[in-house]
């Protein structure tokens, strides 16, 4: 039998976001007697599933975090060398440059840069060195991947993205995972401490800037003066996950919020969503904001998320620069959930164009 092509997925920090879970949501559906995975991830990563790689046949690898440049570096091109990959496949964004410039120095003939994401001006000092790194992330790939258009023509620019040079892979899900589950509903609810009648505004996402929970917060406190019975649930880790907490405090919605943590049920816990808000500073294409549409909650989005998002009929992107009373109002007024149909994000179609891809290069 002939052997797999192995593709050797640079992961970053492999925290637990988005990014591996769309990454992963394609190994699941690959057909891997063809095509294996090595995930190459940051030795400082807290969240890497080694066993459920293993299981399925792939490989885990770590190196040096990139702030070690010269050690991510030098460790990356003996690796390259040593296991002669034929493609390279960076999802870290600018950082790309990197893990792809180690990969032409080792003579990998393919190298995909994918952009998973884009920028956002008020942060300005992350900014510096995405701005810095961004004009070099087409030097040294042979192949641009992107999300969405937005997530294309931030990181690769305009002029490639409209001559076809960029492909998009849809942040595609296992749409059947995530369907509405009403004993689920009632189960989660009762173990959350939430009751039945309750107005629960759901949020998944990391504690850091770009998800932009302080403003989260104001607008939960502003809806819940109108919507006596509202709660807020909040699912994920991060370093900003204190400073939220105290906010809550200070703002006496202790008994109101949740803070869940990172969980593995999340395919079930939007079922127990009224509505789910994500007012995110920038994104490329949100996968939770995928998973949410596939179970068919209503859904309130920043309008700094590509409109591309936009799939079910019952979703808003609101300006997050209006006052908070009026993005509440959005919140509170939120449409009733639907049964999604013909959902272009399955990942049982998206994953044999995905290996396609790959399959041209072989």
Not at 70 to 82: A, G, M, N, S, V
Request: with cysteine; charged share 30%; aromatic share 12%.
């Amino acid at each position: 039998m002939k052997k797999p092509l192995i593709i050797a997925q640079i992961m970053g920090k492999w925290l637990g976001g988005g990014v591996e879970a769309i990454i992963m949501n394609y190994y699941h559906h690959i057909d891997r007697n063809k095509i294996q995975f090595d995930f190459i991830c940051d030795e400082d990563s807290t969240n890497i599933p080694y066993d459920e790689i293993e299981k399925l046949g792939g490989k885990v690898i770590l190196c040096p975090p990139y702030q070690k440049l010269p050690k991510y570096l030098k460790f990356l091109t003996q690796l390259f060398r040593e296991k002669k990959y034929h493609i390279v496949h960076s999802n870290i964004n600018t950082l790309s440059v990197f893990p792809l410039y180690a990969a032409k120095k080792a003579g990998v003939p393919v190298r995909i840069a994918h952009s998973h994401s884009t920028s956002n001006p008020r942060e300005w000092k992350k900014n510096l060195a995405k701005n810095a790194l961004r004009p070099f992330s087409k030097q040294y790939a042979t192949d641009y991947f992107a999300c969405s258009e937005l997530a294309g023509r931030y990181l690769f620019g305009d002029q490639a993205f409209d001559k076809g040079k960029v492909k998009i892979i849809r942040n595609a899900i296992d749409v059947e995972k995530f369907k509405f589950d009403p004993v689920a509903r009632k189960k989660l609810r009762k173990e959350i401490g939430i009751k039945d009648d309750d107005f629960v505004v759901g949020h998944i996402g990391r504690f850091v800037e770009q998800k932009n929970h302080r403003f989260l917060i104001d607008i939960f406190a502003e809806a819940k003066k109108e919507k006596k019975n509202a709660k807020l649930v909040l699912v994920g880790q991060g370093p900003l996950r204190e400073e939220i907490r105290q906010k809550v405090e200070d703002l006496g919605l202790q008994k109101d919020v949740f803070f869940l943590g990172q969980r593995n049920d999340t395919n079930k816990l939007y079922s127990v969503f009224d509505v789910f808000c994500l007012p995110s500073l920038y994104e490329g294409l949100p996968v939770v904001g995928v998973e949410a549409q596939a179970n068919g909650v209503p859904c309130v989005f920043s309008d700094q998320v590509t409109e591309e998002i936009a799939i079910n009929k019952n979703v808003k992107l609101v300006d997050t620069e209006k006052s908070i009373s009026t993005v509440a109002k959005d919140i509170i007024k939120s449409s009733k959930r639907i049964e999604p149909n013909n959902y272009l994000f399955d990942i049982r179609k998206e994953s044999k164009r995905f290996s396609d891809y790959y399959g041209e290069y072989s």
